[in-house]
């Protein structure tokens, strides 16, 4: 081990190239599984609480992202009398109107009823809970996930204010209506994390009172009539989408098909479920590429290891020649080139460790606020671990050329001088 250290040593440039060449590889196909797992894992657990998504008839993956993930929105609006129609409807236990149009610093404002923190659910199963505070005391009441409570370093008595549009996009903002923070939700690492939910009859009040004295063209109309309590679960005219949860899993066909079979207004039903497959379809593509562009990169990494060990070999046949003469069989220097190639493979996979948690430390608090995705731990997983190993393995494979060809050379061929 001396030896190949000393010898890694004297040709440290050329070995300090090949070890950042196999550490970016490694950050990056890290960084690339981790991104996708993380992806899929925050999508499944936001979509595991909901059996239905009812909203104005569109595309399945849009009204998935626009209520679930805050992300777009359902276009227009639906009527409030089809929440109604839905809790009379035989197998649904309980329904949760959404309202949607506005946002907060680039956070997505979700207008709702008190159900909506009784019955949701998420990361199979698990119930929202309040980290401080309760729901809505009043019309003017405001609940906010944990990111936000983060971020913007917002505490319980705190007044916001909301502006009409999505995303960071700001057409209106209503000043005229602050809300108050009653409650912060605990950290679920879903999309619910960087959320703020007002009242029902909050978020209708604040866009009528747009309505009534316009300063946008493109103010959302939200229905003629006003609520008297939407604190407490009464539906505003108007509402954006419902979500639905079944007292039978059986049911969701009969009320999907009278959702589609609707006549007063179109309807579209989407399980969640199904749609997030859908859109993994979509990305599936992006996905395979970015997966074979990292595998590329680590190939690349591991024929410039061989390349480096291999253009080594005629500057170093004297000092081979040298070794086998003090005693060193052939199998021994073998071992050394093979120890040489573990070593520089083993030393690139720890930089690019370093690599890749400096990234996540980066880019986890970037893409939970604007994606609700989170990036998790530093711990690396079962299939990240075999990974690194098997590029481990890899490497030493990577040696075993120029490591024949070492133990083809004999003593003679060192020692002697080539005019």
Do not use: D, P, Y
């Given at each position: 081990?001396?030896?190949?250290?000393?010898?890694?040593?004297?040709?440290?440039?050329?070995?300090?190239?090949?070890?950042l060449a196999i550490a970016l590889s490694v950050a990056l196909i890290l960084s690339v599984e981790r991104l996708r797992y993380s992806a899929r894992t925050s999508f499944a657990n936001s979509a595991s609480g909901v059996d239905l998504i009812i909203a104005p008839r569109g595309n399945d993956v849009q009204i998935l992202l626009a209520t679930l993930f805050g992300v777009g929105s359902t276009g227009t609006g639906m009527s409030g009398d089809v929440v109604d129609l839905l809790e009379d409807m035989p197998g649904v236990a309980w329904t949760v109107p959404l309202m949607q149009g506005d946002n907060h610093k680039g956070f997505p404002v979700i207008g709702t009823s008190e159900s909506y923190f009784e019955h949701f659910k998420h990361s199979r199963g698990e119930a929202l809970t309040f980290a401080q505070g309760t729901p809505f005391a009043d019309p003017r009441s405001a609940v906010i996930g944990a990111e936000v409570a983060e971020r913007l370093g917002y505490g319980l008595g705190m007044?916001?204010?909301?502006?009409?549009?999505?995303?960071?996009v700001a057409l209106e903002v209503h000043d005229e209506a602050p809300f108050q923070v009653t409650g912060i939700l605990a950290r679920t690492n879903t999309a619910v994390d960087r959320m703020v939910f007002v009242s029902l009859q909050g978020f209708e009040e604040i866009h009528a009172e747009a309505e009534a004295h316009p300063a946008d063209p493109l103010a959302a109309h939200t229905g003629e009539d006003h609520v008297e309590n939407g604190v407490n679960g009464v539906v505003p005219a108007q509402v954006n989408a419902a979500y639905v949860g079944l007292s039978n899993r059986t049911a969701v066909l009969g009320v999907q098909r009278a959702i589609a079979t609707y006549t007063r207004e179109p309807l579209s039903a989407v399980m969640p479920n199904v749609a997030l497959l859908q859109l993994w379809s979509i990305t599936g593509?992006?996905?395979?590429?970015?997966?074979?562009?990292?595998?590329?990169?680590?190939?690349?990494?591991?024929?410039g290891m061989v390349v480096m060990l291999s253009a080594a070999l005629e500057a170093r046949r004297r000092e081979f020649a040298i070794l086998r003469s003090v005693g060193a069989s052939p199998r021994d220097v073998v071992l050394m080139i093979v120890t040489e190639a573990l070593l520089v493979t083993a030393s690139g996979i720890t930089l690019g460790l370093l690599i890749f948690w400096g990234a996540i430390l980066l880019a986890d608090p970037i893409l939970s606020t604007q994606f609700g995705v989170t990036l998790g731990n530093q711990m690396l997983g079962t299939s990240e671990a075999a990974l690194l190993l098997t590029i481990l393995c890899f490497g030493g494979l990577a040696s075993l050329l120029p490591a024949w060809r070492v133990y083809r050379m004999t003593l003679a061929d060192g020692l002697t001088t080539k005019l």
């Open positions: 081990m001396k030896l190949v250290v000393q010898s890694l040593l004297n040709r440290r440039f050329v070995a300090s190239l090949t070890v007044e916001i204010v909301n502006a009409h549009g999505a995303g960071s593509t992006a996905e395979s590429a970015l997966r074979v562009m990292s595998l590329a990169v680590v190939v690349a990494s591991m024929i």
